[in-house]
């Protein structure tokens, strides 16, 4: 029922953009306010958070006015809500900005931050750390990495620009170098180039998998660059960007990332407390396009390094 907001009268606040809502145009609606809906349409918050909300002005119009817990319902309008997590969880690591012009931001996320709001995490993502701390509220990421994974984002400034940014990936015209640790491949033939379907896990929607009855939707070459121990690291190239492509392909091979939480097997939960202690050991380590709006070519080199894990 949420989705992005259009409205440019309702701005974003704190760094994060409202979420909207439509109020459906009937007959005989079944509500007589707005918090009557809110409160029976979307009951994850429970009413009395929802007229809470509506007496802080939380809750806006399309106007960008706010409406009161009393407000009537008023079908084939939008609503605007901003959103909020109580005791969210402090990301203790911060980014870097390596990059900066009047078209891009390139940062270096750190592990576990995400890129975007979500879920439990809102002031702590990496888009909106940087709306606030650069004074940019438009700015929008031109692709995501996973919130375990490190290394390079890149960020559109202008809005009306996003849009050649982001046919650059779905061109699959951009290189992307990643970096992994994982288990030594003592008979490994290097490189060695994955090509399998993968597809959301049947059990476990947090998680993805492979699929051999269906034909190759990802792509990734694994070249081996040098052993520590029981450890050797690893350079990925993917040619696709599905979820967790990386991460699967090499458990598949039997190389699970050092530091994976998801696979082969569940170790920890989307929901359960992090132990930043243990990163994955996956860094988005370089990224290389011809630009599409200025022309130049354009490559970009992470500042973090990935540490081997003990044995």
Request: net charge neutral; charged share 20%; hydrophobic share 40%.
């Amino acid at each position: 029922m949420s989705r992005s907001p259009r409205s440019a009268s309702v701005p974003p606040r704190h760094g994060v953009s409202p979420s909207c809502v439509a109020l459906p145009h009937l007959k005989t609606p079944p509500w007589a306010t707005v918090l009557d809906f809110l409160a029976q349409r979307m009951p994850t918050i429970s009413r009395s958070k929802w007229a809470l909300r509506l007496a802080q002005g939380q809750v806006l119009a399309e106007s960008g006015d706010p409406l009161s817990p009393d407000a009537p319902y008023a079908g084939g309008t939008r609503v605007y809500y901003y959103r909020d997590v109580p005791d969210e969880t402090l990301i203790p690591f911060e980014e870097t900005v390596l990059f900066q012009d009047e078209h891009l931001v390139v940062a270096d996320k750190p592990h576990f931050l995400p890129v975007t709001p979500g879920g439990r995490y809102v002031q702590q993502s990496l888009l909106v750390r940087l709306q606030r701390r650069l004074g940019l509220p438009q700015l929008a990421p031109l692709h995501r990495i996973d919130r375990e994974t490190a290394g390079l984002v890149l960020l559109a400034v202008q809005p009306a620009e996003r849009g050649a940014y982001h046919a650059l990936f779905s061109g699959r015209t951009v290189e992307k170098t990643y970096e992994a640790i994982a288990p030594h491949a003592e008979h490994g033939v290097w490189p060695h180039t994955r090509v399998s379907h993968l597809t959301e896990h049947p059990i476990d929607f947090f998680r993805m998998c492979e699929d051999e009855h269906r034909a190759a939707n990802s792509e990734t070459t694994i070249h081996w660059l040098e052993r520590h121990g029981p450890w050797a690291r690893y350079r990925l190239l993917p040619r696709t960007g599905k979820r967790h492509q990386l991460r699967v392909h090499m458990m598949a091979l039997g190389l699970p990332i050092a530091g994976d939480q998801l696979y082969p097997q569940v170790l920890h939960g989307p929901d359960d407390q992090e132990n930043f202690e243990r990163p994955l050991c996956l860094l988005a380590q370089a990224i290389a396009f011809t630009d599409p709006v200025t022309g130049w070519a354009r490559r970009f080199e992470s500042g973090l390094a990935l540490t081997w894990p003990e044995p």
